[in-house]
């Protein structure tokens, strides 16, 4: 099983920065991409950022230039690092992580999100 805990979270003001991490536990060799996802208080969740095995990564436009998604495969931990941050990053912060081929907002695997509230 992969279980999957985001942490680093926060409540900020506008301009400040966060760093949000998500550990990977479980019994596995390794693992496929992985994916931040925000859910906004009373909407649908929405891919923020991924990056793949290799390091290739994508980035909605709205956090270009002030977002950047990393991992470290032998810790098995992707980061989230949040500068610049604006009240419009608000809501709940949610890792996807694929394994065994299986991926995405459907067959990948959840954390239970960590919440990031930014203030102006």
């Known amino acids: 099983q992969v279980h999957v805990v985001e942490s680093g979270g926060g409540l900020v003001q506008a301009g400040d920065s966060l760093r949000l991490s998500c550990a990977v536990f479980g019994s596995f060799l390794s693992i496929d991409g992985m994916s931040w996802y925000l859910q906004p208080p009373g909407k649908e969740r929405e891919l923020v950022a991924s990056i793949t095995t290799g390091g290739n990564v994508r980035y909605v436009d709205s956090v270009k230039g002030r977002f950047t998604i990393s991992r470290d495969n032998g810790l098995m931990t992707a980061y989230l690092q949040m500068n610049s941050l604006k009240p419009d990053d608000s809501g709940r912060y949610y890792c996807?992580?694929?394994?065994?081929?299986?991926?995405?907002?459907?067959?990948?695997?959840w954390g239970q999100g960590t919440q990031v509230s930014v203030s102006s």
């Open positions: 996807n992580v694929g394994w065994l081929g299986r991926g995405g907002p459907k067959g990948g695997y």
